[in-house]
């Protein structure tokens, strides 16, 4: 599961890094747009991980 802690860790500084690159601009709509960004980036990446496992699983057979 330290994988997913590093995800998360990694989420959260990318949010960060948004949000002072954007300042205090559009609070609501980009506010809503960056949550939207990374919760898809999010989804996509527990996709690619559970891929990971699926693929070492049917390798192991």
């Known amino acids: ?11 959260q500084l990318e949010r960060d890094l ?15 747009v960056k949550r939207a960004i990374a919760a898809v980036q999010s989804v996509l990446t527990r996709l690619q991980s559970q891929a990971r496992k699926a693929k070492v699983v049917y390798a192991n057979g």
């Open 1 to 11: 599961m330290n994988t997913q802690s590093d995800i998360k860790l990694t989420d």
């Open 18 to 32: 948004i949000e002072r690159e954007l300042g205090n601009q559009g609070l609501g709509f980009a506010h809503d």
